[in-house]
C-alpha cells in the first residue's frame, strides 16, 4: 500500500456547537474521491448505495484541466445519471458527490449540491445546517455576491471562495470559514487551483475517511467505499481532513494535529447488495438469525462472566447506581420499553424509558447515581445526542447501545454495547432493532452479574436461551406463507390494530410503527389491558387486529389477553394472535393463529416481532409502494 502521512496529537480537541439547543441533522449522502480511476464513476456508485439515507436531488462534480465542473439535479439519482449520460464531465480522479435532502430552499437543481462559489474556483457539498447563515449571506451582499440558491451551503461555498482568493490553501480557508460557522454540518471541498486534494470538515454529522491503495475516499457513511476498501479512519468533533490518492491529514479547527483512530469494516460489499430479494427490508428481515447470533458473539470471558465492548465505569459505581434511565427515539425506544421489564425484573433497579426529544426539556431528574443508556443504530441522532450530554452535564454516567463504529454517541458515552447488525440498508429497521433487543439483554444481565442480583449459573442459563434464538427466528422465517396471505387478504384494509400485555405491549407498538412506515395506513397499538378504556371504541366489523398473546403461566396476563381477543371478536373484528406453539386456547379464541417458537417470557419479543416485520413489508410491496424508501422517511433524518 502506498506511503500515507498521518499527522497525529496524543489528544484531540473537539470543539463544541455553539448552540446545544438547537442541532439539525438531515443525513444527507456525501462521497469524495482522490486517485487514479474514473471518479464521477466511483462518486456515483457511492451515492447509490447511500440511496437509502433519504434525499430529493443529487450532483457531482469534479476537477480537471484547472477547472470546476457540475453536474446536479432534482428528484432521484437515475436524473443524475441520465444528465451524466448526455453530457458527461471530463475525465477526473479527484470528484466529490451528493445527495440532498432540502432543508433551506426546496428540492430543485439550483438549490441540488455542488454548490460553487462566484469566482468559480471552489465547490462544495455539505450535510447538516448552517444557523447563522441569514447573518453570512449579508454579510456577502455587503461585498457584492450575491447567492443563486436559496441554499445555507452556498454561502459556506461562497465564504470559501473569498478565502483561497487570498492566497492560502484549501485546508486553511475552510478551517477559517468553519471557525465563523454554527450549527451542525460535514463539508466537503475542492479547489480547481489544487487538483490533487479534497478537503472535509466535520462538526456533529457523520464522516469517514476509506483507505484504499493508491486511492482514498471520503464519506457519510462506509456503505459508499465497502467495494473499494474496508479500512477506515474516524473522525473526531471539529476536525479537518485533507486527502489526496497517497496521502491523508487530520487536524482540528484550531489547527492542531489530531488523534484519530483507523478501524477495519467487518462486513464486505455482499452484505450491502440486496443477494435475490426484491427489497434490502427483506433480505435484512433474512439476516437476522446471523445478525443476532453475531451480536451474542463473544460476550463472555475465559470464566464465563459477561463482558462489554468499552466499559470506563467502575463496578462500584454500577453498583451505586439507583435509577437507570433508557433514552431513544422511533424503533429504538421501543426496544428501551423492552429493556425496562429485563432490568428491573434482573436487577431490582428502578427504570424509566423516555423520549429523547423530550428528555432534556422536562427537566429530569438525573445525577451521579443515574445510568442513563442511550439506544440509537446510527450513533448520531441529534436528540439522543443532546439528551446524553445534558445527562453528562448532570454528571450522570452514559452507557451507549449502536450499531455503528467510532460514531459520536458512542464516543461521548463511558461505555458501549455494539450489536453486530451490519448496514441496515431499509429505512424501516427490522435486524437493527432485534441485534438492540439483544444488546438491552446483554446490558440487564450484566447488571445483574456486578450488583450481584442473579447467580453465575443463573446468568449462564439465560444466556444459553438467547444463544437458542437465532435457531428460533431460522424456523418461523422457513414458514411465512400464512403471514405473506393475510398480507393479500387484508391490503386494502385502512386501518388495523395491535395489542399486547407485559413485553408484547412495545412489539405491538413496533408492529404499528412498521405498517405506518410502510403502508401508509392507520395502525396503533396499544397495551390490551387498556382495551376497554378507550380503544375498544375502534373496533368494528372485519376490523384486523393483531394480539401478541404472552406464553401461558405468565401469571393471570394469559387468561386477560383471551378476555380481550373474545371481546373483540364480539364486535365482528378478525382477530390475528401470535401465540406460543401447542397454546390451545389461542387456537379456541382466534381467528388465526401465528405459531411462535417456545422462549422465555422476557425474551418473546425477539421472535414475535418476526411476522409482523414480515407482514408489514408484504403488505406494502401489494399496494406498490417503495419498502426501501417509504415517502417522507430516511434513515437517521433527525430534526432536534
Known amino acids: 500500500m502506498a506511503e500515507r502521512l498521518l499527522r497525529l496529537a496524543d489528544v484531540a480537541k473537539p470543539g463544541r456547537l455553539r448552540d446545544p439547543t438547537r442541532t439539525v441533522f438531515a443525513m444527507c449522502g456525501i462521497v469524495g474521491y482522490a486517485g487514479p480511476k474514473s471518479a464521477v464513476d466511483l462518486v456515483v456508485e457511492g451515492l447509490r448505495r447511500l440511496e437509502y439515507r433519504g434525499y430529493d436531488s443529487a450532483g457531482v462534480s469534479v476537477v480537471a484541466d484547472g477547472e470546476l465542473s457540475v453536474a446536479k439535479r432534482a428528484g432521484k439519482l437515475v436524473n443524475l445519471e441520465k444528465e451524466l449520460a448526455e453530457t458527461p464531465l471530463p475525465v477526473s480522479g479527484l470528484a466529490i458527490g451528493h445527495t440532498r435532502w432540502a432543508t433551506h430552499g426546496g428540492p430543485t437543481d439550483v438549490n441540488a449540491h455542488p454548490h460553487r462559489s462566484s469566482n468559480g474556483r471552489v465547490a462544495v457539498v455539505h450535510n447538516g445546517i448552517i444557523e447563522n447563515f441569514a447573518v453570512l449571506r449579508a454579510e456577502l451582499a455587503e461585498a457584492g455576491i450575491t447567492p443563486v440558491s436559496a441554499t445555507d451551503t452556498e454561502i459556506a ?18 478551517r477559517t470559514v468553519c471557525n465563523r460557522l454554527e450549527g451542525a454540518f460535514t463539508l466537503v471541498a475542492v479547489d480547481c487551483e489544487q487538483p490533487d486534494t479534497v478537503v472535509a470538515a466535520r462538526r456533529n454529522s457523520p464522516l469517514v475517511v476509506g483507505l484504499g491503495d493508491g486511492e482514498n475516499f471520503l464519506a457519510s457513511d462506509v456503505a459508499a467505499f465497502i467495494g473499494h476498501t474496508r479500512e477506515a479512519v474516524e473522525l473526531g468533533q471539529d476536525q479537518i481532513v485533507t486527502i489526496t490518492a497517497t496521502t491523508f491529514e487530520v487536524e482540528t479547527f ?23 430479494f426484491d427489497w434490502f427490508m427483506r433480505k435484512e428481515i433474512y439476516e437476522q438469525p446471523k445478525a443476532v ?32 434511565v433508557v433514552i431513544a427515539c422511533g424503533t429504538s425506544f421501543y426496544a428501551g420499553m423492552v429493556a ?47 439528551a446524553i450530554r445534558h445527562a453528562r452535564e448532570q454528571k450522570a454516567r452514559v452507557l451507549a447501545i449502536c450499531n455503528t463504529n467510532g460514531s459520536t454517541i ?18 424501516a429497521s427490522t435486524k437493527g432493532f432485534l441485534t438492540q433487543l439483544v444488546a438491552c439483554y446483554l446490558l440487564a444481565l450484566y447488571l445483574a452479574q456486578v450488583r450481584g442480583t442473579k447467580f453465575g449459573d443463573e446468568i449462564a442459563l439465560l444466556i444459553e436461551e438467547l444463544e437458542k ?21 387484508f391490503a386494502e384494509s385502512p386501518s388495523v390494530l395491535f395489542l ?48 401478541v398473546m404472552p406464553p401461558p403461566g405468565r401469571d393471570l396476563v394469559h387468561e386477560k389477553v383471551i378476555s380481550n381477543i373474545a371481546e373483540i371478536r364480539a364486535r365482528g373484528a378478525r382477530t390475528i394472535v401470535l401465540a406460543e406453539e401447542d397454546d390451545l386456547d389461542a387456537v379456541r379464541h382466534a381467528d388465526v393463529v401465528i405459531a411462535l417458537p417456545k422462549v422465555p417470557t422476557l425474551l418473546q419479543p425477539l421472535v414475535a416481532i418476526v411476522p409482523l416485520q414480515v407482514f408489514a413489508c408484504e403488505l406494502a410491496t401489494r399496494k406498490g409502494h417503495d419498502v426501501d424508501q417509504p415517502r417522507n422517511l430516511a434513515k437517521s433524518v433527525t430534526v432536534e
Open 157 to 174: 461555498a461562497q465564504l470559501l471562495g473569498l478565502e483561497v482568493a487570498k492566497g492560502g490553501d484549501l485546508t486553511g480557508a475552510l
Open 254 to 276: 484550531t489547527g492542531e494535529p489530531a488523534t484519530v483512530r483507523p478501524y477495519h469494516v467487518s462486513w464486505d460489499l455482499s452484505a450491502a447488495e440486496k443477494g435475490g
Open 500 to 547: 399486547g400485555r407485559h413485553v408484547g405491549y412495545p412489539v405491538a407498538l413496533e408492529g404499528a410503527l412498521k405498517l405506518k412506515e410502510l403502508a401508509y395506513i392507520h395502525a396503533e397499538g396499544f397495551a390490551a389491558g387498556e382495551l376497554k378504556h378507550g380503544p375498544i371504541a375502534l373496533i368494528e366489523d372485519q376490523l384486523p387486529v393483531f394480539v
Open 410 to 427: 458512542p464516543r461521548e458515552s463511558d461505555a458501549v454495547i455494539y450489536t453486530h447488525a451490519g448496514p441496515e440498508i431499509g429505512v
Open 469 to 489: 434464538i437465532p435457531a428460533a427466528i431460522e424456523r418461523q422465517l422457513a414458514d411465512m406463507d400464512g403471514v405473506l396471505q393475510l398480507a393479500s387478504d
Open 293 to 324: 447470533a453475531d451480536t451474542l458473539l463473544g460476550r463472555q470471558d475465559e470464566s464465563g462472566a459477561l463482558r462489554l465492548d468499552e466499559l470506563r465505569i467502575a463496578p462500584e459505581e454500577l453498583r451505586a447506581v439507583d435509577k437507570i
Open 340 to 386: 425496562k421489564y429485563a432490568i428491573e425484573h434482573w436487577t431490582r433497579v428502578p427504570c424509566e424509558v423516555e423520549l429523547a426529544s423530550e428528555f432534556r426539556y422536562r427537566d429530569p431528574i438525573v445525577g451521579p447515581t443515574t445510568l442513563v443508556v442511550t439506544i440509537s443504530q446510527s450513533g448520531e441522532t441529534a436528540d439522543t445526542l443532546m
